[in-house]
């Protein structure tokens, strides 16, 4: 399973980005997909969440500001993010609970992120 986001890019503060991820590949059933993020320094944290059922978690960061959303027919997830702080800047990586055949147990699967920069 490949998983390819996009739409990251250098964005002032208050201004909005959507990114998007892709899934590709030998995939039976996707069940969560979701959105981390890791700033220099730090580790990786919880963006938001979102299950084939269409039930979703956000971090208390994201609550109110960024919006997760799916398409199952695409096997496509995305981040609506608005009202963009300085700190939000970091690479958001896409993930992907998968299984990739009927017999196959579901295994996480990390795109390789794309950079989200705010500036004041």
């Known amino acids: 399973v490949q998983l390819q986001a996009s739409g990251g890019g250098l964005v002032q503060a208050g201004g909005s980005l959507r990114l998007s991820c892709a899934a590709s590949?030998?995939?039976?059933?996707?069940?969560?997909m979701g959105w981390y993020r890791q700033a220099p320094g730090k580790q990786r944290e919880l963006v938001a969440t979102?299950?084939?059922?269409?039930?979703?978690n956000y971090a208390d960061s994201a609550k109110g500001r960024f919006t997760i959303s799916r398409d199952n027919a695409k096997n496509t997830v995305y981040l609506q993010m608005n009202s963009l702080e300085p700190e939000d800047t970091a690479v958001y990586y896409c993930?992907?609970?998968?299984?990739?055949?009927?017999?196959?147990?579901?295994?996480?699967?990390w795109g390789k992120g794309t950079q989200v920069t705010v500036s004041s």
């Open positions: 993930n992907a609970v998968a299984k990739r055949y009927i017999a196959s147990l579901y295994e996480d699967y």
């Open positions: 590949g030998r995939i039976f059933s996707i069940n969560v």
């Open positions: 979102i299950n084939s059922g269409g039930s979703t």
